[in-house]
């Protein structure tokens, strides 16, 4: 059996074992592979560095402001589009860091989280019969939506140790169908990172096309090694056709907060909120205020996540070097593969079980996020390294008994 099917009857027998009571749109699709790790790493009561979150808490002076605007009763329905002052906020960022001067007013959505972020975006542009190339792994939220818009995915997968884009493949993949891209940079679950030359290259592709881009940049604070996130904010022509998605629960260690936001031209966020307004219409007003008053008083905070992050990579790698995993240290992100060639023939997703419930850590198999699970090059598991030192250091002295 391919390894993709293998994967998806694996974790979704009981759900496959359903007859649903009509046809269903997704009938391939189960539980995402986040909660089902997350789901074994609780019963089997293992070190849980497989879906991406931290175990520390977000700011105390963050946390102090939520509960200075519950309490002033900043209780009701915000903005559609975003409570003003985070808007502002958002755009001055924007400006500082990738010199993009954008209208807060009309061109920055609130959403919750970038996960709705990434669907209106798709929702927005996609038609029926519509293509649209995205990079294997490939996040698991993108196809469905794309599906769900009657448009179809192609899938180029990444190539390398380094998980680099092939753009002659993508030139390839590229017809008169091709209507969006969506790029991921700095990328889960590889960790790897565009570089100026892959801005190049996607430019000389889409430049006489009429291709939109989809930005996701969850991470765009997380890259290593003094190397500079490659915004699309950075570049007008392309930031023209784009919809550039980020995070906060990445930003300040606070990923069940579920804020986010889009940042795009006037007439695609004008696309964007005819959607964003009925799928959530808006997102909680006072976790928006909070956001808002710490990003204006604490504007280095996101300036310090390269280094923190850098911290965390650089330990997990260390605590690892006398193991038999091969570990090429991750470029941005909070995650690190991990190549168990030398440990294991075993097929990722079963080691992923088999060592959650025996060794008991947890992590996350990446075979489940391709098209054909055959274009991955390595044996490789992620794991998440947004964790208390300490956790890190228990996890990999189980991984160092290998
Ligand atoms: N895109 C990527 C690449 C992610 O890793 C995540 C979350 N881990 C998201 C989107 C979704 O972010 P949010 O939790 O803000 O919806
Ligand atoms: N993006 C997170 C990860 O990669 C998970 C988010 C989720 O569970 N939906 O682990």
């Not at 994967?7 to 749109?25: H, M, V, W």
């Not at 009938?27 to 997350?38: H, L």
């Not at 599906?147 to 180029?156: A, I, N």
């Not at 038999?324 to 991990?338: D, E, I, K, M």
Request: charged letters at 20%.
């Amino acid at each position: 059996m391919p390894l993709c099917q293998y994967a998806r009857s694996f974790f979704y027998q009981r759900e496959f074992g359903l007859t649903p009571p009509f046809d269903s749109k997704l009938p391939d699709v189960g539980t995402t592979i986040f909660t089902v790790m997350s789901a074994m790493a609780a019963e089997h009561d293992a070190i849980n560095l497989s879906q991406g979150y931290p175990d520390f808490d977000g700011p105390e002076a963050l946390k102090e402001r939520v509960r200075h605007y519950v309490s002033a009763g900043f209780n009701q329905y915000p903005p559609m589009a975003g409570v003003p002052a985070l808007r502002e906020a958002v755009a001055q960022k924007v400006d500082s860091l990738y010199g993009l001067t954008v209208d807060a007013e009309a061109e920055i959505t609130v959403t919750a989280g970038a996960t709705e972020a990434l669907f209106c975006a798709i929702a927005a542009v996609v038609r029926p019969g519509d293509e649209v190339i995205v990079f294997d792994p490939a996040y698991d939220s993108y196809e469905p939506v794309v599906r769900l818009q009657g448009g179809c995915t192609v899938h180029v997968p990444l190539r390398g140790p380094q998980f680099a884009v092939d753009w002659d493949e993508v030139a390839d993949a590229v017809t008169e169908r091709t209507r969006l891209i969506i790029i991921n940079t700095p990328h889960n679950p590889t960790g790897s990172v565009w570089r100026e030359h892959d801005i190049s290259a996607l430019r000389a592709i889409i430049a006489d096309r009429d291709i939109y881009l989809v930005a996701d940049e969850v991470y765009e604070h997380i890259v290593f090694d003094g190397v500079e996130h490659v915004s699309l904010c950075r570049y007008p022509d392309l930031w023209a056709r784009s919809f550039v998605i980020s995070s906060f629960g990445k930003t300040y260690h606070v990923t069940g907060w579920k804020v986010g936001y889009c940042v795009a031209p006037s007439a695609l966020s004008l696309e964007f909120r005819k959607i964003h307004q009925f799928v959530n219409f808006t997102v909680n007003t006072p976790m928006q205020h909070a956001l808002a008053d710490f990003l204006s008083s604490c504007p280095e905070h996101h300036l310090e996540l390269p280094a923190f992050y850098q911290g965390k990579r650089d330990l997990f790698c260390n605590l690892l070097s006398e193991s038999r995993f091969s570990v090429a240290p991750s470029a941005g992100t909070y995650f690190q593969l991990l190549n168990y060639g030398e440990i294991s023939n075993a097929d990722d997703v079963s080691l992923a079980a088999d060592w959650t419930r025996e060794l008991k850590v947890a992590s996350i198999p990446i075979s489940v996020f391709y098209r054909n699970p055959d274009a991955l090059e390595e044996p490789v598991l992620r794991f998440c390294f947004a964790k208390d030192d300490a956790t890190l250091s228990r996890a990999a002295e189980v991984l160092c008994s290998l």
